[in-house]
């Protein structure tokens, strides 16, 4: 299955070290709808589903590979229902969601990478991060007094080269994560800030949605030019070769997930990957056993 849209035209560039400020009011929030009306949208989504299924199977028989997705973006982006949707078909057992709120005080007691570390997928599985060690150069980043709470050396968040170096902290584990087989997807789900008051608005209008909201989405929304700062930076600066970003236009829902989903199973499609061959000891003991069910019968 493929959509009409070419994929790479949502990556992140790999950025040199000249290269101007990736500003997000560049990169669009919305496109094209990529399906004619909701029947062809479901029609869509279950082609993406069945061949998503299928792909997972090899990959946890093959054994050699593992598949990291990471997702991010601005309350109401919609990472919740796209992992939901996206993943509908997966089988339960060959894949982990992990959502990354406040860290405790054990977390922060360890290096900034070691509470996602512990939660990488095993080979042959599939991890999900929802929010994710980027956080550590998004929140920490944008809001003031966050990064005071961590016990880091004396002196050492005051230095300039402080955030570089977490950047190429993430930019070097994220390198040693694929040489050792994980392959990592990374999804900004990119929102207009209109499209997040509509949202907001909703939750704050249906009853069924009330526990989604408080007073701290519109404490966030008042520091909405800082995040699209930080996530601006972050995303030119950690989308590299290995582990592209991609900037999925995210105020169609239903256009967001096929894009998702398209990205995904063309990832699965170019892993040299197939089910494992027997050997020969092997196939006589399959003989063996289906010689004695017989009998049994």
């Known amino acids: 299955m493929n959509l009409s849209c070419d994929p790479k035209e949502f990556r992140i560039p790999v950025s040199g070290k000249k290269a101007k400020p990736l500003k997000l009011v560049q990169l669009p929030t919305a496109v094209d709808k990529l399906y004619k009306n909701k029947k062809d949208y479901l029609s869509l989504m279950n082609s993406f589903t069945e061949e998503l299924s299928d792909l997972q199977r090899i990959l946890y028989a093959h054994g050699r590979y ?88 004396e ?78 930076e972050c995303l030119q600066h950690t989308s590299h070769a290995l582990a592209p970003w991609y900037s999925i236009p995210a105020d169609d829902k239903r256009n967001a997930r096929l894009i998702i989903s398209h990205i995904l199973v063309e990832a699965l499609r170019s892993l040299p990957m197939s089910y494992p061959e027997p050997d020969e000891k092997h196939l006589v003991e399959v003989e063996r056993v289906r010689e004695a069910l017989k009998n049994e019968g």
Request: proline letters at 4%.
């Open 66 to 153: 593992s598949l990291l997705l990471i997702f991010q973006g601005m309350d109401t982006a919609g990472k919740d229902g796209a992992i939901r949707h996206v993943m509908s078909g997966v089988n339960p057992q060959g894949c982990q969601v992990h959502s990354f709120k406040q860290p405790s005080s054990e977390e922060l007691a360890h290096d900034f990478l070691w509470r996602t570390t512990k939660r990488l997928p095993m080979r042959g599985h599939i991890g999900i991060f929802n929010r994710s060690y980027y956080e550590e150069v998004l929140i920490v980043k944008a809001v003031p007094g966050v990064l005071a709470g961590q016990p880091l050396p």
């Open 155 to 232: 002196g050492y968040t005051e230095q300039a080269h402080f955030w570089p170096e977490r950047y190429r902290d993430i930019v070097q584990f994220e390198d040693y994560l694929h040489r050792n087989g994980t392959r990592i997807l990374k999804f900004f789900l990119h929102l207009s800030k209109e499209e997040q008051r509509k949202r907001l608005l909703s939750r704050a209008e249906e009853a069924d949605k009330h526990w989604k909201i408080s007073s701290a989405d519109l404490k966030s929304r008042a520091q909405w030019d800082d995040f699209q700062r930080v996530y601006g």
